[in-house]
């Protein structure tokens, strides 16, 4: 202790000797022992003095009391105490105030000393020893905890659209950056985006994603809740017949959705107008006020039905009395259809042509073969049926009926050419003119050739000469040929190939039972087996030439018999004669049996064969 007093004693006179000062006489010196007693070791050693522990409590205190604890991540709230060019001072109760940069207040140019701004304690002390705080983090954090509890209450929001964006916009909703989807704007389709940018809106929060930090906002969901008080009230009231004004909503193909005041009802396209249109914007256009009849609901009135057309009187009602059955009329084809078109003859009022009454031919065709939609065509009213707003037309009875001089300009004999319509089965038809038609029936197409079907023997679009065979002018009938035009070849062939008369030929072709041989190309005549016996015993074979003898000649079935046989043997002749004669007798006397005598006649020559 002595050797501390004496230090300090030292130390004082060399601080008295470097100011130059006089010797003072310190306490020390004059009463060490009172010095040395009162002496403040604890400031001596530790460099300041020494604090009892309720100071020390109570300076605790008031610092907890007067100043906020610098925690990262937390937001406080601080006042603005001084703006620069460029920061903020704020001071926010701690051992020092922070900086802001004035960019954060981009939102709030109004910012002055004194205002309370949130912030969060971004650095605890920079270079300078100064709190660096941030405004935005704040903002974040609390527009967070704003936005998470207006999604959990319903609350709704103030937000600012700031620019558009793929498939909505984007809007600025305190400080966070939510999307608003396109669909979510408004509850009718918006054609104009733009329109809501830089415009401050209100908003519902209907979606929060934690893990991606997104948020989405809607407008339209607010409208709806409007809406759907107005809907309850104007359903309510609804009754079928009742004319209220709407709103063109939407416009489709098939009909307009109609906006009733928060209630949507459909107008089909059948319901715009009396007359056919093709699409509803002929009539009507987006965002049109116009007023519609209810025509149905279902039982909780969510699909209503509605009409433009029935406000106005119906077409046929104004029809004029005077329009009756013979009348000429004018028209637009509007419709063509497989079996006719369909005529507007007035507004709303239209006429069936049926494709049998646009021409007096009866093989029918398409009607757009006769006409095309938009034709301006003349039609006689056929019938009218005002009740239930029928009417037929007829486009044919504006020309003479061919048929009614049918029997002076197609008398029966009389030669004609024609074009090939079409074919059956059973023969071919042939037109004359516009409304006249005839049958060739198969067997009339020639005298020689066996024909199995008509497309054999010609085409359609071919002309073809014809001969009037009959006429039936009541049926509307006319029943033509066409081998008729020419001389029939075996009226000749009868007399030249005559029975007994000889002819050389060659084999042509040798068959079952016999072999065929060719006099011309209309004559193919049949050879039994039996009658290819050469007189040295040998058979002819193909190819051979020899003479033959007419055996049978049948004009009617065009069936020729010839015989290298019997030229040498007469008795071989004499039986076929006797057979022929007795076949020729049996036909006389039952011509329906003629097919029977051919058979016995058959049966001889097979004896004659050598057959049973």
Same mark, same amino acid.
């Given at each position: 202790?002595?050797?501390?007093?004496?230090?300090?004693?030292?130390?004082?006179?060399?601080?008295?000797t470097?100011?130059?000062?006089?010797?003072?006489?310190?306490?020390?010196?004059?009463?060490?022992?009172?010095?040395?007693k009162?002496?403040?070791?604890?400031?001596?050693?530790?460099?300041?003095?020494?604090?009892?522990?309720?100071?020390?409590?109570?300076?605790e205190?008031?610092?907890?009391?007067?100043?906020?604890?610098?925690?990262?991540?937390?937001?406080?709230?601080?006042?603005?105490?001084?703006?620069?060019?460029r920061?903020?001072?704020?001071?926010i109760?701690?051992?020092?105030?922070?900086?802001i940069?004035?960019?954060?207040?981009?939102?709030? #140019?109004?910012? @002055?000393?004194?205002?309370?701004?949130?912030?969060?304690?971004?650095?605890?002390? =920079?270079?300078?020893?100064?709190?660096?705080?941030s405004?935005?983090?704040?903002?974040v954090?609390?527009?967070?905890? $704003?936005?998470?509890?207006?999604?959990?209450?319903?609350?709704?929001?103030?937000?600012?659209?700031?620019?558009?964006?793929?498939?909505?916009?984007i809007?600025?909703?305190f400080?966070?950056?939510?999307?608003?989807?396109?669909?979510?704007?408004?509850?009718?389709?918006?054609?104009d985006?733009?329109?809501?940018?830089n415009?401050?809106m209100?908003?519902?929060?209907? @979606?929060?994603?934690h893990?991606?930090?997104?948020v989405?906002?809607?407008?339209?969901?607010?409208?709806?809740?409007?809406?759907?008080?107005?809907?309850?009230?104007?359903?309510?009231?609804?009754e079928?017949?009742?004319v209220?004004e709407?709103?063109?909503?939407?416009?489709?193909?098939?009909?307009?959705?109609?906006?009733?005041?928060?209630?949507?009802?459909?107008?089909?396209?059948?319901?715009?107008?009396?007359? $056919?249109i093709?699409h509803?914007?002929?009539?009507?256009?987006?965002?049109?006020k116009?007023?519609?009849?209810?025509?149905?609901?279902?039982?909780?009135?969510?699909?209503?039905q509605?009409?433009?057309?029935?406000?106005?009187?119906?077409?046929?009602?104004?029809l004029?009395e005077?329009?009756?059955?013979?009348?000429?009329?004018?028209?637009?084809?509007?419709?063509?259809?497989?079996?006719?078109a369909?005529?507007?003859?007035?507004?709303?009022?239209?006429?069936?042509?049926?494709?049998?009454?646009?021409?007096?031919?009866?093989?029918? $065709?398409?009607?757009n073969?006769?006409?095309?939609?938009?034709?301006?065509i003349?039609?006689?009213?056929?019938?009218? =049926?005002r009740e239930? $707003?029928?009417?037929?037309?007829?486009?044919?009875?504006?020309?003479?009926?061919?048929?009614?001089?049918?029997?002076?300009?197609?008398?029966?004999?009389?030669?004609?050419?024609?074009?090939?319509?079409n074919?059956?089965?059973?023969?071919?038809?042939?037109?004359?003119?516009?409304?006249?038609?005839?049958?060739?029936?198969?067997?009339?197409?020639?005298?020689? @050739?066996?024909?199995?079907?008509?497309?054999?023997?010609?085409?359609?679009? =071919?002309?073809?000469?014809?001969v009037?065979?009959?006429?039936?002018?009541?049926?509307?009938?006319?029943?033509?040929g066409?081998?008729?035009?020419?001389?029939?070849?075996?009226?000749?062939?009868?007399?030249?190939?005559?029975?007994?008369?000889?002819?050389?030929?060659?084999?042509?072709?040798?068959?079952?039972?016999?072999?065929?041989?060719?006099?011309?190309?209309?004559?193919?005549?049949f050879?039994?087996?039996?009658?290819?016996?050469?007189?040295?015993?040998?058979?002819?074979?193909?190819?051979?030439?020899?003479?033959?003898?007419?055996?049978?000649?049948?004009?009617?079935?065009?069936r020729?018999?010839?015989?290298?046989?019997?030229?040498?043997?007469?008795?071989?002749?004499?039986?076929?004669?006797?057979?022929?004669k007795?076949?020729?007798?049996?036909?006389e006397?039952?011509? #329906?049996?003629l097919? =029977?005598?051919?058979?016995?006649?058959?049966?001889?020559?097979?004896?004659?064969?050598?057959?049973?």
């Amino acid at each position: 202790m002595a050797d501390k007093a004496k230090k300090a004693e030292a130390e004082a006179q060399e601080v008295a000797t470097a100011t130059k000062e006089a010797p003072v006489v310190s306490e020390a010196q004059a009463n060490p022992e009172k010095f040395l007693k009162e002496f403040n070791w604890h400031n001596y050693q530790e460099g300041i003095d020494e604090v009892e522990d309720s100071q020390l409590k109570e300076f605790e205190k008031l610092v907890s009391e007067n100043f906020v604890d610098t925690l990262d991540d937390e937001v406080v709230e601080g006042e603005v105490i001084h703006i620069t060019d460029r920061d903020a001072i704020i001071d926010i109760n701690a051992k020092s105030e922070g900086v802001i940069s004035l960019n954060e207040f981009r939102y709030n #140019p109004d910012l @002055k000393v004194g205002d309370k701004v949130e912030v969060l304690i971004d650095v605890r002390e =920079d270079a300078t020893g100064q709190l660096v705080l941030s405004h935005r983090k704040a903002r974040v954090i609390k527009a967070w905890d $704003r936005v998470i509890k207006a999604n959990e209450t319903g609350e709704i929001v103030n937000g600012f659209v700031k620019c558009r964006t793929k498939g909505g916009m984007i809007v600025d909703v305190f400080g966070i950056e939510a999307f608003l989807p396109g669909s979510q704007i408004d509850v009718k389709p918006i054609r104009d985006y733009d329109q809501y940018v830089n415009k401050t809106m209100e908003f519902k929060v209907v @979606k929060i994603n934690h893990e991606f930090k997104n948020v989405v906002v809607s407008h339209k969901a607010l409208i709806e809740a409007d809406i759907e008080e107005q809907k309850k009230e104007i359903i309510g009231q609804l009754e079928k017949g009742q004319v209220l004004e709407g709103v063109v909503k939407n416009i489709t193909s098939y009909g307009v959705f109609i906006d009733l005041g928060g209630v949507d009802g459909l107008v089909h396209i059948t319901d715009l107008s009396w007359s $056919r249109i093709n699409h509803p914007n002929e009539i009507v256009e987006l965002d049109q006020k116009l007023n519609v009849v209810i025509l149905d609901f279902d039982e909780d009135k969510s699909r209503i039905q509605l009409g433009l057309k029935q406000l106005s009187k119906h077409p046929w009602d104004a029809l004029g009395e005077n329009v009756a059955v013979g009348d000429k009329v004018k028209g637009k084809v509007v419709v063509i259809a497989d079996y006719g078109a369909f005529i507007e003859v007035a507004e709303g009022v239209e006429g069936l042509v049926h494709v049998s009454e646009m021409s007096w031919s009866t093989h029918l $065709r398409s009607a757009n073969d006769f006409v095309n939609v938009g034709d301006e065509i003349d039609a006689v009213i056929l019938t009218l =049926d005002r009740e239930d $707003r029928k009417m037929s037309l007829g486009i044919k009875q504006l020309t003479p009926d061919p048929w009614t001089d049918i029997t002076t300009k197609y008398p029966v004999g009389s030669k004609h050419t024609g074009i090939v319509r079409n074919f059956t089965n059973f023969g071919v038809f042939v037109e004359l003119e516009e409304g006249i038609d005839g049958l060739i029936y198969i067997s009339d197409l020639s005298w020689t @050739k066996k024909i199995k079907h008509p497309s054999e023997f010609c085409n359609v679009g =071919d002309k073809l000469d014809v001969v009037v065979l009959e006429l039936d002018v009541e049926g509307r009938k006319l029943s033509l040929g066409h081998k008729q035009t020419t001389e029939n070849p075996w009226d000749k062939y009868e007399t030249e190939f005559a029975v007994d008369t000889t002819h050389t030929a060659e084999i042509a072709e040798v068959v079952d039972k016999g072999a065929t041989i060719e006099f011309n190309e209309d004559i193919v005549a049949f050879v039994p087996s039996r009658h290819l016996e050469k007189e040295d015993g040998k058979m002819l074979k193909k190819g051979d030439t020899a003479e033959f003898k007419i055996i049978e000649f049948n004009k009617e079935f065009k069936r020729v018999v010839a015989s290298h046989t019997a030229i040498f043997k007469a008795e071989e002749m004499a039986n076929v004669k006797a057979a022929a004669k007795k076949a020729a007798a049996q036909a006389e006397e039952a011509k #329906p049996t003629l097919g =029977d005598a051919n058979e016995a006649l058959q049966a001889l020559k097979d004896k004659m064969d050598g057959k049973k």
